[in-house]
């Protein structure tokens, strides 16, 4: 059952063409890399997926929480993450001066089921409400061992656990749809491999589907089923790891520049 | 003590208070001008508490709220005046107009991105005191507004009862100001000042929270101007001038950007500042802004910017002279921890 599919999705910046012509069909359940050397257009192309940017042209179809098919092309960014598709932010976007708790809880605001007018006046739907979002955040906060700091301030926290976070707080939108921007992007590879363990146990504890950027190549070789790999803002190869670390394009368009950067 | 032992005993305490400045008010301890002074610092102190909401809290800056103080004072004025209505329903109407018009000038402008707001509550300020000026049935014109009823004509009373209300107000403003703050609704207005891109990811629509912000800020300032016409009997177009918007802003700023304890003392302390440097006559003007330059210099959070931006918490003071609050307990005790 496809969940995310796009067609001929493109973007123009000025004369730069950022994303062209891609054509992405996501199966649910998959976990998918998105991979190329820096400036491809992997972050665009969530931009586009999420609403930040809209398309210059093609599609881009979503099946929300019902099973349904839905042309997103129009809806503001809030409308997506309701039907279901959250993402992280590379240059993390948390709430810093707000504490850890308060980021996951502004995340669950979907699912916040009472009225302001009872917040304002403290009525019995506000304390029920409350108590379960409260309860629900330090669950999760618990699955990525931050739950002890969930009075701290966000910017405090040290720069790993500030990536883990944005998956919490994306998380707590209860997405079945998840797009994670470079989530390790800092880290040093004990955190990184102990990361990559709890996106495969998220993966399977809320039956997510999830697009990972990374353009650390052997990181996503490890754990994705299937690698999308752009270049220049085009699609220039997609298979399972292995097909992708034999294809001569990628070799040529990606490990070519990592040479040159480690150079 | 539990938790809700010590929101009772605040409760009581915050009464007494009230109760016992009142009977100061009437015994004369406080003479007549101060509780004059202190009533006009309250209703400073509520106009930018509404002030606070949209541009410290939601991050919007606003630029006339004295429009929506002018709004408020001259629909309060004339409903009773033409429609003979109680004062205190007279009041509400007034507070109502004033959100009306924040929802009117809100819908076109926050959709838009970045400083519009400032920019068209500026022209807002500035039209509404011009139409003032020129609306003579309904405001008296330039000459201004004379013979408003005033909250009692009791000469023993009147001081007495506008204290009362006004200080009512203020602190019902403050706790539920506070609530909305501390729950999740208010936290996704927070969260539209940290950071809007994020906000909108999270599933918050960004646009109906601003507005939602707005309107409440206009209400509240609204009901601030509300109090004024029949506390002091008589309106002018030009005490609702951009001098007096910047003044409230200067309270604000002062206090804390988003931090209603700073706004509260800031409010009271720069009324009475002003009232003390009326020998300076016009040149007491340049005190504000002087003050703002200092501040945005030295001290750009404000004064509770040195107290890490804590809300006071009379809850959390109330466990602590009881002595045993736990600290888990209070770690969950949200009251007044807004930043
Ligand atoms: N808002 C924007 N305006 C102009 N150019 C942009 C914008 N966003 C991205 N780009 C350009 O699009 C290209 C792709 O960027 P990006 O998607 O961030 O790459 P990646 O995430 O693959 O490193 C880059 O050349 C970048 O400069
Ligand atoms: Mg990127």
């Known amino acids: 059952m496809t969940v995310l599919k796009t067609e001929n999705l493109s973007i123009q910046f000025g004369g730069l063409m950022a994303v062209a012509n891609l054509n992405l069909e996501i199966k649910k359940g998959e976990l998918v890399g998105l991979i190329g050397p820096n400036g491809a257009g992997k972050t665009t192309v969530f931009n586009m997926l999420t609403g930040v940017y809209k398309p210059s042209e093609g599609r881009i179809l979503v099946q929300d929480r019902n099973e349904q098919n839905q042309d997103i092309g129009q809806l503001h960014p809030y409308q997506i993450t309701a039907l279901g598709m959250a993402r992280t932010f590379q240059n993390i976007r948390l709430f810093k001066n707000l504490t850890v708790l308060d980021n996951v809880r502004i995340g669950n605001h979907l699912n916040v089921k009472y009225k302001s007018v009872e917040g304002i006046f403290r009525l019995p739907g506000y304390y029920r409400e409350e108590k379960r979002i409260e309860e629900e955040c330090r669950e999760l906060l618990k699955i990525f061992d931050i739950e002890h700091k969930g009075d701290e301030l966000a910017k405090n926290l040290p720069y790993g656990e500030q990536r883990k976070l944005e998956i919490v707080r994306a998380l707590a939108t209860k997405p079945h749809i998840l797009l994670l921007d470079e989530p390790a992007a800092g880290m040093n590879p004990q955190e990184t491999l102990e990361l990559m363990d709890l996106i495969k146990y998220i993966r399977e504890r809320f039956a997510l589907t999830i697009i990972l950027i990374e353009h650390d190549m052997k990181l996503v070789m490890g754990i994705c089923q299937r690698i999308v790999v752009l270049d220049y803002g085009r699609m220039i190869a997609c298979g399972t790891p292995a097909e992708i670390a034999h294809n001569p394009l990628v070799v040529k368009a990606y490990l070519g520049k990592e040479l040159e950067n480690d150079a | ?339």
């Open chain 2, 1 to 339: 003590m539990s938790k809700k032992m010590n929101t009772v005993v605040s409760v009581l305490i915050v009464a007494s208070i009230l109760i016992i400045l009142n009977v100061l008010v009437m015994l004369r301890v406080i003479d007549e001008y101060a509780s004059q002074v202190l009533t006009i610092a309250g209703i400073n102190v509520i106009i930018a508490l509404g002030l606070n909401l949209i541009s410290g809290f939601t991050g919007q800056l606003a630029l006339g709220h004295a429009g929506f103080m002018a709004v408020g004072a001259y629909t309060t004025a004339a409903l009773m005046m033409k429609l003979h209505l109680p004062t205190l329903v007279a009041v509400f109407g007034g507070a109502l107009m004033s959100a009306f018009f924040g929802f009117l000038i809100g819908l076109p402008t926050l959709r838009l991105r970045g400083d519009y707001l400032a920019i068209v509550t500026l022209g807002f300020g500035e039209i509404i005191r011009v139409l003032m000026i020129n609306l003579p049935e309904l405001t008296g014109g330039p000459a201004g507004l004379k013979g408003i009823p005033t909250f009692t004509t009791n000469f023993f009373w009147r001081p007495v009862l506008s204290f009362a209300l006004v200080y009512l107000t203020m602190t019902l403003v403050v706790v539920l100001l506070n609530n909305l703050l501390n729950s999740s609704h208010g936290a996704a207005i927070i969260s539209i000042r940290e950071d809007e891109i994020a906000a909108n990811a999270m599933g918050i629509n960004v646009f109906y929270y601003k507005i939602f912000a707005f309107t409440l800020s206009a209400f509240i300032g609204g009901l601030g101007g509300a109090l004024y016409a029949p506390f002091f009997g008589y309106l002018s177009p030009n005490m609702f001038n951009f001098q007096k918007s910047v003044e409230f802003l200067i309270i604000v700023v002062l206090g804390g950007m988003g931090n209603l304890t700073g706004t509260v003392v800031a409010g009271i302390g720069l009324t009475y500042l002003q009232e003390i440097l009326r020998f300076l006559k016009d040149y007491r003007l340049v005190i504000y802004p002087i003050i703002l330059i200092i501040v945005m210099i030295f001290q750009p959070s404000g004064i509770m910017g040195l107290f890490g931006n804590k809300e006071f918490s009379l809850t959390r003071f109330v466990g602590k002279l009881a002595g045993k609050q736990l600290s888990g307990e209070q770690s969950s005790d949200k009251a007044g921890e807004v930043q």
